[in-house]
Nanobody, 123 residues
């Protein structure tokens, strides 16, 4: 089995910063992509940023220049540094990890979500 645990959300003022972390553990053979998504009340979940095992990253237009995604492959951990936060960044943030999981028979590709962490930006 694989476990995904997030941390780092909270309440911050307009213009402030937060850093989110997400660590995967368990029967991991390899990780393909790690990403951050968010879901605001009444809205669909959307991609914020993701990063491949090779280090290629992409961002949504709304966070480019303000957020930075990074990873520590040795620790199976992905981070999201969020600067210049705005009230419209308020949402529950989820990490998603696409990986190859060890099983008793052969490795399989699976997708795992974190439990979500609340980020609230006050004006």
């Amino acid at each position: 089995q694989v476990q995904v645990v997030e941390s780092g959300g909270g309440l911050v003022q307009f213009g402030g910063s937060l850093r989110l972390s997400c660590a995967a553990s368990g029967n991991i053979f390899s990780i393909n992509v790690m990403g951050w998504y968010r879901q605001a009340p009444g809205k669909q979940r959307e991609l914020v940023a993701d990063i491949t095992s090779g280090g290629s990253s992409k961002y949504s237009e709304s966070v480019k220049g303000r957020f930075t995604i990074s990873s520590d492959n040795a620790k199976n951990t992905v981070y999201l540094q969020m600067n210049s936060l705005k009230p419209e960044d308020t949402a529950v943030y989820y990490c998603k990890i696409d990986l190859v999981e060890r099983t008793s028979h052969y490795p399989i590709q699976t997708q795992h979500w974190g439990q979500g962490t609340q980020v609230t930006v006050s004006s």
